[in-house]
């Protein structure tokens, strides 16, 4: 293939990929009027704020974003200090126990959500969890447990197991062996785990369209949708700046940890 | 955003050695066991015991025991075979179509070219996307007024609710979204394939194309297997997009089985009809699975 060639293939998945993002960033910023014409505009003619002013108005944007807040951030700590010393025991100790447990993170991918959900619904709602914000965070810790496994596993391994025995014969014990050289190392593993867990708690919206029945609870998602009314009529603009707005979080932190993810799911899939 | 893919974690941490006595080892391994135990597998075997059951959604209903009936049931639903049929087409289509496209991108990041940097960057961002915005974007993308395929092509199609393009434009939509997981982990397996091997055909003479079909490929085998298998599963339990985008119109057009099944479970209350139909998805996957792994393996060797 020649150079040129090369190039225009690039080109093509730099255009497929990039021109949803520019156009909705472009219908965020245009108005109404605009977006009536027949001709499409993808530099809006007069640029306006006015949508996402818009948007906070039609919606408790505010409210459902603090609530996801909330959500996201308490699924983050909590299935971080729950995975972690589990991590740990995986990475360590090669039972066949741990062998299982391991596998089974992996097979228990294959299962459709509906096989979870139902069930978890059915005890929430006997515990009167149902419509609650602690009850979807139960169900979001459930649902990224298996991953946040996975990648907090992948780091302690990457953690030389030769630094935690010198200490430990050093005299240090193994536990202050483990807080004095393990810990710091795996500090930016820890991270890279709490925000993917963060962006999976913030971006979900099956789970919250399920337990969440009320508008007065809605997470950030399920307001989004409202945006497009039962008819599918939707103010357009709003919609935009509304799901710009939403994507921010995720996208800074996601910048953040990327490439820990990559390092974390590639520890995954080359040493099974 | 310098080198994609670096060096596999876990290379450092190895070794088969035992871990220290075993006594301590079973302490530890009781948090490891509890989370996996209480958050996956109880869930998982409540929701399959489900699929045996009559269970329903209001709260003081009788729940009993009805063995196969909802198989049988499912299996004489022609509903769910539509559905079924849908999500197949989805399920294989949006998993080929990423991996081809995938891996020419791959292909393309792994070469020194001036817009690899854009578009490295341009590749990862729908991985960070909430799928519901995904889906709120392509709709302005489609919608039949305002958007932008419409004025670009001079057409006027209503694309999501038209009984012939939805699907086709809801595929769409899934193979933009499942390309970053799938370019990222292709990118690392081209980045691992060891320069001498190209260097000792290189020495042949062989064109670009030999060069990727004898050295590129065979290497990219297993890195390939297991994207690809994890791709078809994810995409065949796809709900948020399809939801937000169609809601599984125009009639059912694009009803993908967790949509389906969502509907049976949540807007009619039949829990365990509902359980029967994810227990029979992920019969058909680990189906389709086996046989594909099980024929890799057997070209591989």
């Known amino acids: 293939m020649t150079r040129a060639l090369k190039y225009l293939a690039l080109l093509g998945y730099v255009v497929f990929l990039a021109f949803p993002l520019l156009w909705l960033l472009s219908t965020a910023l245009k108005t109404p009027q605009e977006m009536a014409a027949l001709d499409p505009t993808w530099i809006p003619r007069r640029p306006t704020l006015a ?7 039609e919606q408790d944007l505010v409210g459902a974003g603090l609530r996801s807040l909330v959500v ?6 909590i299935t971080v200090a729950l995975a972690l010393p589990a991590a740990y025991a995986l990475a360590r100790f090669r039972g066949v126990a741990g062998k299982i447990a391991i596998g089974w993170v992996l097979v228990s991918q294959v299962f459709p959500v509906v096989l979870i959900i139902i069930p978890l619904f059915m005890v929430l709602r006997r515990l009167e969890l149902v419509n609650t914000l602690a009850g979807l965070t139960v169900v979001h810790v459930t649902f990224v447990m298996p991953f946040a496994l996975w990648m907090l596993r992948g780091y302690v391994r990457a953690v030389p197991r030769e630094l935690e025995e010198a200490a430990a014969v050093d005299g240090a014990g193994r536990l ?27 971006n979900e919206f099956l789970f919250a369209l399920v337990i969440l029945k009320d508008p007065e609870v809605e997470t950030l998602p399920l307001t989004l949708v409202r945006f497009v009314g039962p008819e599918g009529v939707a103010r357009l603009g709003p919609l935009a700046a509304a799901s710009l707005l939403a994507t921010v979080p995720s996208l800074v932190f996601f910048a953040i940890i990327q490439r820990r993810l990559r390092s974390g799911l590639m520890a995954g899939a080359v040493k099974g | 955003m310098t080198a ?46 489900l699929a045996f059951t009559d269970a329903r959604s209001g709260r003081n209903t009788e729940t009993s025991f009805v063995g196969l009936e909802n198989f049988a049931e499912l299996l ?26 995938s891996l020419g991108l791959a292909l393309l990041l792994n070469q020194d070219l001036r817009l690899r940097g854009v578009a490295r ?15 709120l974007m392509w709709r302005l993308v489609y919608h039949p007024d305002a958007g932008l395929l419409n004025g670009l092509f001079g057409t006027h199609v209503d694309w999501l609710h038209d ?51 004898n050295v590129t490929l065979p290497q990219l085998r297993p890195v390939i297997v297991a994207i690809t298998s994890l791709d078809f599963v994810w995409n065949i339990n796809q709900f948020s997009l399809v939801y937000v985008l169609t809601q599984g119109g125009p009639g059912g057009r694009t009803r993908l089985p967790m949509l389906f099944a969502y509907e049976e479970a949540f807007r009619y209350g039949f829990f365990g009809y509902a359980a029967t139909l994810g227990v029979a998805i992920t019969i058909v996957v680990l189906a389709v699975l086996g046989l594909y792994l099980w024929r890799q393996a057997r070209e591989g060797d």
């Open chain 2, 4 to 49: 994609l893919a670096e060096r596999p974690y876990g290379r450092a941490g190895g070794g088969s050695r035992r871990g220290p006595r075993s006594g301590g080892g079973l302490a530890l391994l009781l948090p490891a066991l509890v989370p996996v135990l209480v958050f996956s597998v109880g869930p998982l075997i409540y929701g399959i015991l």
């Open chain 2, 76 to 101: 004489s639903d022609g509903d769910f075979w539509e559905s079924f049929r849908i999500g197949m087409i989805w399920g294989l289509s949006v998993t080929v179509l990423q991996f081809l496209a």
């Open chain 2, 163 to 213: 009984f012939s393009f939805a699907l086709p434009a809801v595929i769409v939509v899934g193979v933009w979204t499942g390309m970053p997981q799938t370019t990222v982990v292709l990118l690392a397996g081209l980045q691992n394939v060891p320069k001498e091997l190209y260097e000792a055909v290189s020495v042949d003479g062989a064109g670009a194309w030999r060069r990727f079909w």
């Open chain 1, 72 to 77: 996201a951030v308490a699924t983050a700590l």
């Open chain 1, 176 to 202: 202050r062996a483990l807080a004095a050289v393990v810990a710091p190392l795996l500090v930016p593993g820890v991270v890279a785990t709490l925000l993917f867990s963060f962006i999976s708690s913030w």
């Open chain 2, 121 to 135: 960057v341009l590749a990862v961002v729908p991985w960070a996307m909430p799928p519901v915005v995904v889906g």
């Open chain 1, 51 to 57: 949508n996402f002013a818009d948007a906070f108005a």
